[in-house]
């Protein structure tokens, strides 16, 4: 009796340090031809985003309404925000994101959701402001890994469709400063004499 519960106690000991490990983890990625992954990112008017400017960050939940930012494990569950290469395409290779709530191999509800980093640091400050310049992919559903890749690789993004960020439109004090412009150049336009041929 005494020396199953020991055996039992080891057990435990040996798991603990690896139970913050066991949760469904993906990779950072809109582009993996060998998954089919292939979902560029594009502005307002189609052009494909590329660089500093834009951002991108997957979220996650085990429902379609709980969504959160993912965490990488082994960063102090840092958020992971990247930056966009060329063509649309962004990719992380500081590690697996997980969905803490989904355990390893399960399937967990995702979207990526990208921004203007010209308007804010996050996609919350950006959408907060409400002027566009962000945006979200569909909601998909997609099997995770495992952090670490033990026992397997983190999951890639299969069912990652392509989307397009909202037009920025000015704010309303910029609205109120073009309308007084035109109103002013109505008004001088009238009172400038008429032109005499002579």
Known sequence: MRMNSFSHLIG?????????????????RNRSPAFGV???????LGVPLAGAN????LWGAATPNSLTPLVLLDRELRREIVPFTTGGYFSSDKGSLC????PPGGFAWLQVRAWDARMGGTYEEVAA???GGYGESPLFYAQGGTPLG?????GPLIGLESFSLRAVVPEPSTWALLALGGAFLGW??????????G
């Open 12 to 28: 435990l000991v040996i798991l603990l340090p690896f139970d913050g490990f066991t949760q469904s983890s993906f990779l950072l």
């Open 99 to 102: 969905v803490l709530e989904v």
């Open 54 to 57: 834009y951002l991108a960050e």
């Open 188 to 197: 001088a336009t009238r009172r400038r004499p008429p032109h005499r041929h």
């Open 150 to 154: 033990l026992p397997g690789p983190p």
């Open 38 to 44: 292939e979902a560029p990112v594009f502005d307002a």
């Open 129 to 131: 402001l409400g002027l």
